[in-house]
Nanobody, 122 residues
Framework: VQLVEFGGGSVQAGGSLRLSCEGS????????MAWFRQAPGKKREGVAA???????SYADSVKGRFTISQDNAKNTLYLQMNSLKPEDTAMYYC?????????????????WGQGTQVTVSS
């Protein structure tokens, strides 16, 4: 399984970015995919998740600002990030797992991308 993230960059506070994660090498009927982030000196935290049932979960800190979606035909996961804040600055990782119920209940996903940096300046 390979996951490759795209779309990170530097923006000013209030701006928007869209992250993409292209997946390959898996054809599971049941799955969960998620975005995590990790800032320097902090633990990795869940941002948003979606499973094959279309069920989504968001961290409280991003609710109303971030939207997770997927394009199954393209095997691509997205994270639309609006109204970005300096505290959103982190390395963002895409993750996938066959356990469809994981959502943001655990960080123990089996497959991870290499990460893409998001920097928000004030």
């Amino acid at each position: 399984v390979q996951l490759v993230e795209f779309g990170g960059g530097s923006v000013q506070a209030g701006g928007s970015l869209r992250l993409s994660c292209e997946g390959s090498g898996y054809t599971y009927r049941s799955y969960c995919m998620a975005w995590f982030r990790q800032a320097p000196g902090k633990k990795r935290e869940g941002v948003a998740a979606i499973n094959d049932n279309g069920e989504t979960s968001y961290a409280d800190s991003v609710k109303g600002r971030f939207t997770i979606s997927q394009d199954n035909a393209k095997n691509t996961l997205y994270l639309q990030m609006n109204s970005l804040k300096p505290e959103d600055t982190a390395m963002y990782y895409c993750a996938a797992d066959r356990r469809w119920w994981l959502l943001l209940y655990s960080v123990e996903y089996n497959y991870w991308g290499q990460g893409t940096q998001v920097t928000v300046s004030s």
